[in-house]
């Protein structure tokens, strides 16, 4: 099964996970895997909970630098690649939204 998400902070990660990641920084990330199931906690501004049976680990330089630090900034792939393939989707429920579908025609 090939999965890849995020994850609400109250759908289960495990607890050693989500204590030992309010202590990161900006920018650092954990994981614990068993098996295929990874699941990843990243800090930006708020913890960033993922969960992937496709990605490992592996820490993506992006190229950019933030403005404040001028320091190079880091994401775990599993974000990076969900995010370039989620936009669409977002997309497509944005435009649903302008349109209800439950409102009958007038003939």
């Not at 920084?25 to 969960?51: A, E, N, P, T």
């Amino acid at each position: 099964m090939r999965v890849c998400s995020t994850v609400k902070a109250n759908r289960g990660i495990p607890h050693d996970l989500e204590v030992e990641g309010r202590c990161l920084k900006k920018g650092q990330s954990l994981f614990h895997g068993k098996g295929d199931v990874m699941v990843q906690v990243w800090k930006v501004k708020r913890l960033v909970r993922m969960i992937s049976a496709i990605h490992d680990s592996t820490i993506m330089n992006k190229g950019r630098k933030d403005r404040k630090t001028n320091v190079d900034i880091k994401k775990p792939y599993a974000v990076v690649q969900y995010s370039k393939f989620m936009k669409g989707i977002y997309r497509a429920d944005q435009y649903h939204s302008y349109y209800s579908v439950l409102r009958k025609t007038v003939k």
